[in-house]
């Protein structure tokens, strides 16, 4: 079993930053492909960004230019960079593991694991 915990959440303003990270007990989070997602009530979840075991990623084109993703090994951690913040970005954030990983994907299908989520919150 996998458990992954997402942190970073907040309330901020339009224009902030923020920084989300997933983090997994007992797991290795280099060797496995990672996914961030998000969620606002009555909508489908929705994708965000993806990275690779070879560390390629994808950006959604909502976010494009203003989020990033990327692995800090060294903290075992997956982050999402997040900036110049707009309301609609806000939502519950996750991250999902996907045990393939050989290449990024925004198929939420594809993706075995997940954590709780975290609420970002931009007010305008």
């Given at each position: ?43 489908e979840r929705e ?78």
């Amino acid at each position: 079993q996998v458990q992954l915990v997402e942190s970073g959440g907040g309330l901020v303003q339009a224009g902030d930053s923020l920084r989300l990270s997933c983090s997994a007990s007992g797991r290795t989070l280099s060797l496995y492909g990672m996914g961030w997602f998000r969620q606002v009530p009555g909508k489908e979840r929705e994708f965000v960004a993806a990275i690779s075991r070879a560390a390629r990623y994808i950006i959604a084109d909502s976010v494009k230019g203003r989020f990033t993703i990327s692995r800090d090994n060294g903290k075992n951690t997956v982050d999402l960079q997040m900036n110049s913040l707009k309301p609609e970005d806000t939502a519950v954030y996750y991250c999902a593991l996907d045990r393939g990983g050989w290449s990024a994907t925004m198929s939420l299908s594809e993706y075995e694991y997940w954590g709780q989520g975290t609420q970002v919150t931009v007010s305008s």
